[in-house]
């Protein structure tokens, strides 16, 4: 779809295609939806406020993009001209930044949303948009043409995006007084209500009040504020409502689900700071995140400063929000935030503080697999890694186990503590069995579990990748050793079978064992006979002191 006329006739517009993801993602947004269009705005004030925070950011280290001091974001709609536009004095965008921001789809967040959307019932569409952010692209739900004027902060020059949002974009020199952005929205046959300034009111209180910096809506030609702008976590808890906090919840982590936990404190004494956290109650589409960092908002007096100062630890990188301090000064550099005690010290409570709620809502059963289910295999990376609190990690953790059934009607069942564990163990098991593995139902159905169902003693079913780490580290549990069931002989000889099996017929070892060694050569270290196995006739052992055989496993696909 190009080839169509151009708006600027300058003889230097160029003229760009959209990357193929946005352009299947425009499809989309603009066909799929009606319901829940508002949210346009939404995404182009978060848009103009992370923008601002950036600026000012960047100031700290080049006084040639200092912020105006009356900073803002200001939202203009002119009926007449059936125009709505949203300006801000943020950090602008360079040519290159438009092509790389608003004509590729950078955000991964955004992809995962148009990955979604493409697979949805046309029923549900709707509802999806209303659920996640679409982000800059949302302005063409309710705009036919968009122009962005942006200036970067620090340069003189200029540029005009502009679109239809149908396959091009087009780009040209643009003079704009400040550096900033504005981005003016040709407003659809269909969408009066985003030019009536009420109407944009009501959109700001509900969708973007907490946003820190100050926005107005032009009325009549005056400007009036549109935002409460105290910033949320500052607020006596009891002035808060709850939808205020779930909103807040989903501006900061870009999910759009409510949280399984919100925790709000303030800490006074040796430090001082506001904390405001969410545990999501979903996992995030793309979690994976390889970087593993905690992306917690760090403020000082309500100013955003960075979400890389890590003030969790990786393995809490599910936890989400803003703490805020006294005890840094507001103009802290990057190499002062690697240095200052005072971040150790915030990590430090904070942490402490997520891990004591994890450990009060523990009590819940129920209400504690929701939340381990989607972020159990992330607490485990902390009993690897994480030598201060292995223990309590430890003591939190889910497992499955062959002792208990898997039963979708009642999923509380089908999961044990290792304390619970220990209670059902054996008087004379000294160890805390577990068999690793790539899957649930192949560890469940693994035969190396026969000899240990034959003697009734009960084996962890592991199956996540980090299994295959974390009991390398934890070694014991409330004096138990931790036992891998492949690792040697198992010291099975002492528990005596039980039930049917006990009456199966055994084979001639003292014949087969040299046999079967011949036969496998240097393909094995050793054939032994094995009281593990009770109706399948052989398996796989790793050595007594070896790595596991799982370990093993994955050593070999890394190439060690
Ligand atoms: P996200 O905000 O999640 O990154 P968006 O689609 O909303 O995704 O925006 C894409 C990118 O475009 C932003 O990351 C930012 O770099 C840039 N951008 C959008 N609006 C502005 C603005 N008002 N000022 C400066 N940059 C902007
Ligand atoms: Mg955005």
Same mark, same amino acid.
């Given at each position: 779809?190009?080839?169509?006329?151009?708006?600027?006739?300058?003889?230097?517009?160029?003229?760009?295609?959209?990357?193929?993801?946005?352009?299947?993602?425009?499809?989309?947004?603009?066909?799929?939806?009606?319901?829940?269009r508002e949210?346009f705005l $939404?995404?182009?004030?978060?848009? *103009?406020? /992370?923008?601002?925070?950036?600026?000012?950011?960047?100031?700290?280290?080049?006084?040639?993009?200092?912020?105006? =001091?009356?900073?803002?974001?200001?939202i203009?709609p002119?009926k007449?001209?059936r125009?709505l536009?949203?300006?801000?004095?943020?950090?602008?965008?360079?040519?290159? =930044?438009?092509?790389?921001?608003?004509?590729?789809?950078?955000?991964?967040?955004?992809?995962?949303?148009?990955?979604?959307?493409?697979?949805?019932?046309?029923?549900?569409?709707?509802?999806?948009?209303?659920?996640?952010?679409?982000?800059?692209?949302?302005a063409?739900m309710v705009a036919?043409?968009?122009?962005?004027?942006?200036?970067?902060?620090? &340069?003189?020059?200029?540029?005009?995006?502009?679109? /239809?949002?149908?396959?091009?974009?087009?780009?040209?020199?643009?003079?704009?007084?400040?550096?900033?952005?504005?981005?003016?929205l040709?407003i659809k046959?269909d969408a009066d209500e985003f030019l009536d300034s009420?109407r944009l009111?009501?959109i700001?209180?509900?969708? *973007?009040? #907490?946003?820190?910096?100050?926005?107005?809506?032009?009325?009549?030609?005056?400007?009036?504020?549109?935002?409460?702008?105290?910033?949320?976590?500052?607020?006596?808890?009891?002035?808060?409502?709850?939808?205020?906090?779930?909103?807040?919840?989903? #501006?900061?982590?870009?999910?759009?689900?409510?949280?399984?936990?919100?925790?709000?404190?303030?800490? =006074?004494?040796?430090?001082?700071?506001?904390?405001?956290?969410?545990?999501?109650?979903?996992?995030?589409?793309?979690?994976?995140?390889?970087?593993?960092?905690?992306?917690?908002?760090?403020?000082?007096?309500?100013?955003?400063?960075?979400?890389? *100062?890590?003030?969790?630890?990786?393995?809490?990188?599910?936890?989400?929000?803003?703490?805020?301090?006294?005890?840094?000064?507001?103009?802290?550099?990057?190499?002062?935030?690697?240095?200052?005690?005072?971040?150790?010290?915030?990590?430090?409570?904070?942490?402490?503080?997520?891990?004591?709620?994890?450990?009060? $809502?523990?009590?819940?059963?129920?209400?504690?697999?929701?939340?381990?289910?989607?972020?159990?295999?992330?607490?485990?990376?902390?009993?690897? =890694?994480?030598?201060?609190?292995?223990?309590?990690?430890?003591?939190?953790?889910?497992?499955?186990?062959?002792?208990?059934?898997?039963?979708?009607?009642?999923?509380?069942?089908?999961?044990?503590?290792?304390?619970?564990?220990?209670?059902?163990?054996?008087?004379?098991?000294?160890?805390?069995?577990?068999?690793?593995?790539?899957?649930?139902?192949?560890?469940?159905?693994?035969?190396?579990?026969?000899?240990?169902?034959?003697?009734?003693?009960?084996?962890?079913?592991? &199956?996540?990748?980090?299994?295959?780490?974390?009991?390398?580290?934890?070694?014991?549990?409330?004096?138990?050793?931790?036992?891998?069931?492949?690792?040697? *002989?198992?010291?099975?000889?002492?528990?005596?079978?039980?039930?049917?099996?006990?009456?199966?017929?055994?084979?001639?070892?003292?014949?087969?064992?040299?046999?079967?060694?011949?036969?496998?050569?240097?393909?094995?270290? /050793?054939?032994?006979?094995?009281?593990?196995?009770?109706?399948?006739?052989?398996?796989?052992?790793? &050595?007594?002191?070896?790595?596991?055989?799982?370990?093993?496993?994955?050593?070999?696909?890394?190439?060690?």
């Amino acid at each position: 779809m190009t080839g169509q006329e151009t708006t600027n006739p300058s003889s230097t517009a160029e003229k760009h295609e959209f990357s193929a993801e946005v352009g299947r993602l425009l499809d989309l947004v603009v066909h799929s939806l009606y319901s829940e269009r508002e949210i346009f705005l $939404r995404e182009l004030v978060a848009n *103009a406020a /992370d923008a601002t925070d950036r600026r000012r950011f960047e100031a700290l280290t080049d006084g040639a993009r200092a912020l105006p =001091e009356d900073a803002k974001i200001r939202i203009n709609p002119d009926k007449d001209a059936r125009l709505l536009t949203i300006t801000d004095d943020g950090t602008g965008m360079s040519k290159d =930044e438009l092509v790389s921001n608003l004509g590729t789809i950078a955000r991964s967040g955004t992809r995962a949303f148009g990955k979604e959307l493409e697979g949805a019932k046309p029923e549900d569409k709707p509802n999806l948009i209303g659920q996640f952010g679409v982000g800059f692209y949302a302005a063409f739900m309710v705009a036919d043409r968009v122009e962005v004027v942006s200036r970067r902060a620090g &340069s003189d020059e200029g540029w005009k995006w502009t679109s /239809d949002g149908k396959g091009a974009y087009e780009l040209a020199p643009a003079t704009r007084e400040k550096p900033g952005t504005d981005i003016t929205l040709h407003i659809k046959e269909d969408a009066d209500e985003f030019l009536d300034s009420w109407r944009l009111q009501e959109i700001i209180r509900k969708w *973007a009040d #907490h946003i820190a910096w100050p926005v107005t809506i032009v009325k009549d030609g005056e400007e009036s504020p549109a935002n409460e702008g105290t910033a949320l976590w500052r607020k006596p808890k009891n002035e808060v409502t709850e939808e205020q906090l779930n909103e807040f919840y989903r #501006h900061v982590s870009h999910n759009f689900d409510t949280p399984w936990a919100t925790l709000q404190w303030r800490a =006074e004494g040796t430090i001082e700071f506001s904390a405001l956290l969410f545990i999501p109650g979903s996992r995030p589409f793309e979690f994976g995140d390889p970087a593993r960092e905690s992306k917690i908002r760090l403020h000082v007096r309500r100013m955003f400063i960075t979400d890389d *100062a890590a003030l969790l630890p990786a393995w809490m990188r599910f936890v989400q929000g803003v703490v805020d301090t006294e005890d840094l000064p507001l103009n802290v550099s990057r190499e002062m935030l690697q240095a200052t005690p005072v971040l150790a010290r915030i990590r430090k409570a904070v942490t402490g503080r997520v891990l004591s709620e994890l450990k009060k $809502r523990s009590a819940d059963n129920a209400e504690f697999l929701k939340f381990w289910e989607n972020f159990g295999a992330v607490m485990k990376e902390g009993i690897w =890694e994480d030598a201060e609190h292995r223990t309590e990690l430890a003591g939190l953790a889910r497992f499955r186990s062959s002792a208990l059934t898997v039963d979708a009607e009642n999923p509380e069942s089908g999961w044990t503590t290792l304390g619970d564990y220990i209670s059902r163990m054996k008087p004379e098991q000294e160890a805390i069995y577990y068999l690793t593995g790539d899957n649930e139902d192949a560890v469940a159905n693994s035969p190396q579990l026969e000899g240990f169902r034959a003697r009734g003693l009960e084996v962890l079913l592991l &199956s996540e990748p980090v299994d295959s780490f974390w009991p390398d580290r934890l070694t014991s549990f409330e004096s138990k050793t931790l036992r891998s069931v492949t690792q040697g *002989a198992a010291d099975l000889e002492k528990f005596a079978v039980e039930g049917e099996a006990a009456t199966g017929e055994a084979a001639d070892m003292d014949i087969l064992l040299p046999a079967l060694k011949e036969a496998l050569g240097s393909e094995v270290s /050793d054939v032994r006979g094995t009281d593990r196995l009770v109706s399948s006739a052989v398996v796989l052992a790793a &050595s007594e002191n070896g790595p596991d055989l799982q370990l093993q496993k994955l050593m070999r696909r890394s190439g060690q």
